[in-house]
Each structure stands twice: as C-alpha cells, then as structure tokens.
C-alpha cells in the first residue's frame, strides 16, 4: 500500500532511475486487491491479463527510452458505467451482466492514450442511483476505514480501491455528489469537473443534464495530472464544452493571500453533525492564517434543490433508461408471450428497487397532467439554484462547506429510508444543479471515520479550486491519514 501513497512525480521518478518497473507497480495493485477485496469488494471485474500485458509493453518502452505519457504507468481502476471495449460494463445491474462493449468511452480512451493502466471494473449503486453502494444488484462495497459504514455512493468502489491503495486513482462519476460524498466519507480528494469539461461520450446515462466523470486520487497534485488528461472538447458529446484547457499543475502554486470564500450558512444549519461543523471551521482558520478571509454568505433556494434534483434527474432516467427493453442489448427474459411482456418481464427481472422507484417517479412527473406542475417547475427551480450561486460568485472566489452532513454510516442503516438516504446529498446537490466544479478533500476524523471539506468554485475554473485545496493539503496532516487494513 505504501507504494501508492507515494506522489505521481515520485512513482515517475523511481520509473525512470529503473528503480521500479510498471510491472511490479501492477503486480502491487492486484496482490493489494487480491488481500483486501474479501472484505471492500470495491472490484466487479478485473482486467489482469490485458494489464500486465501493457505493463510488459511499458517497460520495453522505459528500457529503449521511448515516450511516456502524463499518467504512465500507473494501475487505475473505472467505474463500471463507464463502458470499456473488451472489458465488461454492467453498471452493477443484472440487467447488463452479459454487455461487453465494442468501444471505449472518451475518458478511458484518454486514460490510455495517457499510459494509465486499467486494473478492473468498479462496483457502483446500480445505474449510479444511489448515495451508499448498498444499491449494487451484485453486493455492498465497504469502507475500507471500517468494514461495517458505506463508503458512499454510487462511485463508492472508485473511492473505497483508492483509499485502500488497491489503485493509484480511479475514475468516478457525479450527478448529485457522487464523487464528492465516497471520497469524503472515505478520506480521500473527490473532482467534479464544470459540466462538459470531461466527455460523458461512453458514460451510461443517469440524468444527462448533470452526469459528470472525474477523478478519485491521494492527492490534490494527482487530481490536477488525471484532470489533465481527461478534459477536454469532444465532438461526440454535443454537451461538451469548446473552451481552452489550462496547465492544473501549473496552478498548485500554494497561494491563497487575499482569496475571498463565501461560507453559506445553510451548509452549516440544521441536519449538520457538529464535528462536521468543527472541522470545516477549523479548516477556515487554516487559510485565515494563509492570508484568505471568509463571510457567511446564503444561498436562499438550498432547501429546494432535494425535491429539484430527483425530479429533474428521475425525469432523465425515466427517459434514457427506456432503451433497456430486453431486445437491443442486455438481459432478455425467458418465454415472453409477446413483446410487451418481454418489454415488462424483462424490465422486471433486470432492474433492481431503487432503479424502478426513480423510474416510477420520472415517468409520473413527466405524464400529461403532471408535466408543468412537476418537472416545469424544478427547471424553474434549478434556474433559481444557479443564480444563487451566480450572485455569491460576484463578491467571493470561492465558496467552502462540508461535502456531507455526516461521516459515513452503518451499512443498512438507511436503507429502508430512502428519503433519509437523499438527504445525504443536501451540500453536493446543489453545486451539481448549477453545473459548476467542486472539490472533497480531508479535513478531519470523527470516530474512526473521515470527514470531506468541498472547495466550490467558478464555471470552468478548475485551477483555483485545485489551487486552494492543494494549499489546505499543504499545511495539514489530513490526506496523509490512512485505513488500518
């Protein structure tokens, strides 16, 4: 494990000098899987003949000095609905156990063409549809800090193979926090881009008005080089965004002085456990002292955006995942007495509860009658959310909160209250309603268990929110804490 604790430019170092070759750093990553994933079961699917395969290719490379690319090297795992050629893609649900892709999405293309190595497929909440993993149909992944709490959702195997170093980093993705709140409550650093800086061109559609992919690393600096190598324009997803692509490392420059934050103080009200509270207080004194202010600031329509998103995203799903019908692709269910039962029976025997509830909730606010009244307004909403932030991004730099209410807990405590569940995602949802980046970092334990501060920033404005996280990582010990595994 301690092999990959180790910093990017370290890792590429030791390649270099020949103290290290790629494939002992593969040969690292599938002993640690094979140690540890009894218990975190963070792996549906790996990809081990094929890794080592391009890791012996590699070392060839590092022998005749031939190019490397940003993340040479390096084990990653994906998420498994992020669709890989050759390589199964289930989206933890029964109904695509037998779907191996023709083709790559554009974030794994790039992590390739970059010399990352795939190491495996990650275990998820069934189509992304849900906030603790427990929604996977194949089995919960763990919290490698303790085996007995989730470790978030859905990205919760991306985060749970991070923090317990069987990756370097892994790919996740986020429509309402689903990157930021595993990698809080796993005490790792959580990316979610600005909406269309990362291609979604090969991600499984959640609700593809705020569906993004992005990394799951140790570190700020390794999120700024895997950033670097995934975002970008893409012609193949009408929504990603033509805009220039800066130099993130570039921008770790570790200089907060005169940075304006705005702390709202609904992130910090009611439903806030209040070691949460201390430890994003605490982490404002941290850039107090680096030269930062802040000032409680609000943002007035956060008590809407719960009710907003599941509208808004259950209406997408109902939408996008009409195309699972059992004819095209995936599970077809057995001796249909004709086309609209096979359409029922397999819909029925492929999709698991939480996925039929948002289903359910998306048609119903998308039906005659209900269309204005339901979905209409949460768009009007949404609108009111982002100008929200529209209007706090005129006087701050940033804004800084918790990335969950509470630390991580216990695997089926919730799982029969599915509102309870939602709530979980009070501090990243909005930020994914206004389409704009954000960041989870550690910034405290309680318990045992890791706490996430989320560093908000500007549309397209990556390089700051990097630059301040990487300033907090810098003057505390918080990332450096690991899993007793």
């Given amino acids: 494990m301690a092999l990959f604790d180790l910093r990017l430019q370290d890792v590429h170092n030791k390649l270099n000098n020949k103290e290290l070759s790629v494939t002992e750093l593969v040969d690292a990553s599938f002993a640690r899987i094979k140690e540890t994933d009894d218990s975190i079961k963070a792996f549906l699917?790996?990809?081990?003949?094929?890794?080592?395969?391009?890791?012996?290719?590699?070392?060839?490379?590092?022998?005749?000095?031939?190019?490397?690319?940003?993340?040479?090297?390096?084990?990653?795992?994906?998420?498994?609905?992020?669709?890989?050629?050759?390589?199964?893609?289930?989206?933890?649900?029964?109904?695509?156990s037998n779907y191996n892709p023709i083709y790559s999405a554009t974030s794994a293309r790039k992590l390739k063409q970059a010399d990352a190595i795939t190491i495996g497929k990650l275990n998820m909440d069934e189509f992304a549809m849900g906030g603790s993993n427990e929604n996977s149909s194949y089995f919960p992944t763990r919290n490698p800090w303790n085996t007995d709490y989730v470790p978030g959702g859905s990205s919760g195997g991306s985060a749970a193979s991070v923090a317990a170093g069987q990756v370097y980093f892994s790919l996740g993705s986020d429509t309402g926090g689903s990157i930021r709140q595993p990698a809080a409550y796993c005490g790792i650093v959580g990316l979610k881009p600005t909406y269309g800086l990362v291609s979604r061109f090969g991600l499984v559609a959640f609700a593809s008005s705020l569906d993004q992919i992005?990394?799951?690393t140790k570190n700020v600096e390794d999120s700024a080089y895997v950033l670097q190598s995934i975002a970008g324009?893409?012609?193949?997803?009408?929504?990603?965004?033509?805009?220039?692509?800066?130099?993130?490392?570039?921008?770790?420059?570790?200089?907060?002085?005169?940075?304006?934050i705005g702390v709202p103080k609904e992130y910090l009200g009611a439903g806030i456990d209040p070691r949460v509270k201390e430890a994003?207080?605490?982490?404002?004194?941290?850039?107090?002292?680096?030269?930062?202010?802040?000032?409680?600031?609000?943002?007035?329509?956060?008590d809407y955006a719960i009710a907003t998103y599941y509208l808004l995203a259950s209406s997408e799903a109902s939408s996008n995942l009409a195309r699972f019908d059992g004819v095209r692709y995936g599970v077809r269910a057995d001796n249909p007495d004709n086309l609209v039962d096979l359409y029922r029976k397999s819909r029925s025997q492929g999709f698991g509860p939480e996925v039929k509830r948002r289903i359910m909730l998306g048609t119903y606010a998308l039906s005659s009658?209900?269309?204005?009244?339901?979905?209409?307004?949460?768009?009007?909403?949404?609108?009111?959310?982002?100008?929200?932030?529209?209007?706090?991004?005129?006087?701050?730099?940033?804004?800084?909160?918790?990335?969950a209410p509470t630390p991580a807990f216990r695997i089926g405590e919730q799982v029969g209250d599915p509102l309870t569940m939602y709530l979980n995602d009070i501090c990243t949802i909005p930020v994914s309603l206004a389409g704009i980046p954000a960041i989870s970092v550690p910034c405290g334990t309680a318990d045992g268990l890791p706490i996430g501060l989320q560093i908000i920033g500007k549309a397209f404005d990556e390089s700051t929110v990097l630059r301040v996280a990487h300033a907090f990582e810098a003057h505390t010990d918080h990332h450096k804490l690991r899993p007793q595994l």
């Fill in 369 to 403: 009658g209900y269309y204005d009244a339901y979905y209409l307004k949460a768009q009007k909403v949404r609108t009111l959310i982002k100008g929200d932030f529209d209007n706090i991004f005129k006087q701050y730099d940033l804004i800084i909160g918790p990335t």
């Fill in 45 to 96: 699917t790996l990809n081990e003949d094929d890794a080592r395969s391009q890791a012996h290719e590699m070392d060839k490379r590092l022998q005749e000095g031939g190019d490397k690319g940003l993340l040479f090297g390096l084990p990653a795992g994906i998420k498994d609905n992020i669709v890989t050629e050759g390589l199964l893609t289930t989206c933890a649900s029964q109904f695509l």
């Fill in 233 to 260: 324009y893409d012609a193949s997803d009408t929504t990603s965004a033509n805009v220039d692509i800066p130099d993130y490392t570039a921008a770790l420059t570790g200089d907060v002085k005169g940075l304006r």
């Fill in 280 to 302: 994003v207080m605490n982490a404002l004194q941290v850039y107090e002292s680096l030269g930062a202010t802040w000032e409680e600031v609000s943002l007035p329509h956060t």
């Fill in 214 to 216: 992005g990394p799951l």
